[in-house]
C-alpha cells in the first residue's frame, strides 16, 4: 500500500482536471479512475466559492485534493498562493509547481527547493513537481519533502518516459514515495513506471484530450495495477547476451 | 543586441515577400513532416504553395492545440474606457480627425460597465482606450486597476505604449497581460497609416514588447491588422518578433491575434484582402509554427467563421462585445471603434463551444499568484 505523509492510497494512480471538455466529464473520467489524489489549479477555481464548479465535482469521500501552484514564477508566490489554498480548501497538501518559463513549463528547481524547506516548515505536505534531477531528490528529502515528482518528459508532450535514466537512479535512492508527473502519453508508459519501482503516476492530458477520457481512465487503472503487479512479482531480467558453447573461462575446471 | 529593432534592421521587407511566395510544395511538404519547425518552415506554411494543404493543417493544428491546451476555450471581453485620442490613424475610428464627441469613463461609470460584464459572466476583462496622454495616463491607469483588481481574475490591457518604469508602476496593480499590436511592420507604409500623434514613431511602437518583457509582464499579444499590406510577410515579421521575444524574455507567455480590418463611419478600405480560406490557412500556420502560443479571435469575424475555427486551433475567443466607451451600459450610441462582425452573447457563444465538445474557462489565473 502507498503512504504518503500519514495517508495510505489504495490507487497508485493520481490524475489532474484539466483540459477536459466539460466538467461532467472531469467527474466522470475520475471517478472511473479510481483516483484518490487529484490535483487541482488554484488558477481554474474560485476557491472563496464553495460551489465552483470544479470543486463541487470532487466532494467524494475517497478523493483527497491536491491543490496546485501552477502559474507562480518563485518561490515566494508559490508560499503565498499555498497559504491561500490551504485556509480556502482546508488541506495542507500543496503540489508545488513554480515553473517560470510558461512555453515549455520547465521546473526552476532552484526556487522549488527554497519554497519545499519553507512550506515543509510551515506544516505543509509538500509534493514538488521537478526534473529527474537525483541530487535534487536528495536536496528536496533534506528539506522535508513529502515525496518526489520527477518528470517523464516535457509537460503535456505524451512522450513517455525519455528520463528513464535517470528516474531508475532517482527511484533507487529515494527514501520518499517517487510519482512520476508530466508526459505519461499511454497506459503502456504508466505501466513501464510502476514495473521499475515508480510508487504511483500522475497523468491528465493522456486522459483530459483521449476521445473517450472515461475509457481511457480505466485503461491506466487498469495499466497502473498491472504495472505495479509485476514490479512486486519481480521481472525476469531480459538477457542480452548468448551462453557461448565453448566457454572460456572452462579450462579453470579442468 | 539591444532591442528588436536591431534584429528587424537585418530584414529587408521586399526580399522577405519574394521568399515567401518563392515557396514550393515541397517546402510545404517538410514543414509538415518537421517534428519542430522554424521560420523557414512558417514561410512555407502561410505561402501561397501550402494552400491545396489547408485540410491537411487544420487537422495537424487542431491534434497540437488539443494536446497543449486541452479542451477549452479561454472567454474575455473588452472594455472599451476613453474614444479620446491624439493620433491619426487611417483605419481607425477613434482617429484624431474623425470630428464626433469623445469621452472617457468616469470611475462610476466604469463601475457601471463592470457590473454588466460581471452578470454576462466574465472573469478576463481586456481595457482598451485610444492615446490621450493628458486625460488617459499612468495614474488614471492605477485608478482603475484598483478599482477592477477585486472583480476579475485577469485583467488585460490594450492601449497606448508606455514607458518602462510605466509599465514597471502598472503590474503591482494587478496588470497581468499588455496587447500590442504593430499594425504593419512595413516601415512607409505605417508612416503613411499614422502621420500624426506619438504612434507615428514606428521604432517607439516596435520597442515596446522589448519594455514590457523588462518590466516583467505575465504575458503580451501581438499581430497586425490585417489588410494594411501584403498579411503573410507582416504575419511573418510578428513570428519573427515572438521568436526573438520567447528567447530573450522567457519568463513571459505570448499571446497572437490576427485582426482583418473592420469598416467604421468613414473609413478606409482594405489596401489587401485577406478570404475567410486565408485566414484559416493563417491560423494554423500560426499553430503548426509554434505550439506554446496562444490564439486569440474576437467579434470582428463572422458568426459563421467563429462557429467553425473554434476546433482549429485558437485558445480565446471575445463574445458580446462593445468597441465604445459606455457601450455595455452607460452610453450605447458613443463613437465606435469598428463595427463588431458577431453580435452574439457571451451565453450563446458559450453555448455553441460547448456542442462542439469543448468547454467555455471564464477563470484561469488568480491575482494571489502574482504576489512579487
Redesign the interface.
Known sequence: MLKIADKIFNSRLFTGTGKFSSSELMEEALLASGSELVTVALKRVDINDRDDDILIRLKYPHINLLPNTSGVRNAKEAIFAAQLAREALETNWIKLEIHPDPKYLMPDPIETLKATEELAKLGFIVLPYIHADPVLCKRLEDAGTAAVMPLGSPIGSNKGLKTIDFLEIIISQSNVPVIIDAGIGSPSDAAWALEIGADAVLVNTAIAVSNDPVRMARAFKLAIEAGRMAFEAKLAKPVSYAVASSPLTSFLDE | MNNFTDVFKTYDWDKTKQSIYAKTSADVERALAAPKRDLEDFKALVSPAAAPYLEQMAQLSQQLT???????IQMYVPLYLSNECNNICTYCGFSFDNKVKRKTLSPMEIMQEVAVLKDMGYEHVLLVTGEANQTVHVDYFKKVLDLLRPHF?SISMEVQPLDLEDYEQLTPYGLNTVLVYQETYHQDDYRKHHPKGKKSNFEYRLETPDRLGQAGIH?MGLGVLIGLEDWRTDCFFTALHLTYL?KRY????YSLSFPRLRPFSGGLEPKVEMSDRELVQLICAYRIWNE?VELSISTRESPLFRNNIIKLGITAISAGSKTNPGGYAVEPQSLEQFEISDERSPAEIAKII?AQ???P?W????V?????
Open positions: 488539443l494536446k497543449r491546451f486541452g479542451k477549452v481574475a504575458k520567447e522567457w519568463q513571459s507567455k506554446e460547448t465538445g469543448y468547454e474557462v477563470k484561469d489565473w488568480d494571489c499568484l502574482a504576489t512579487s
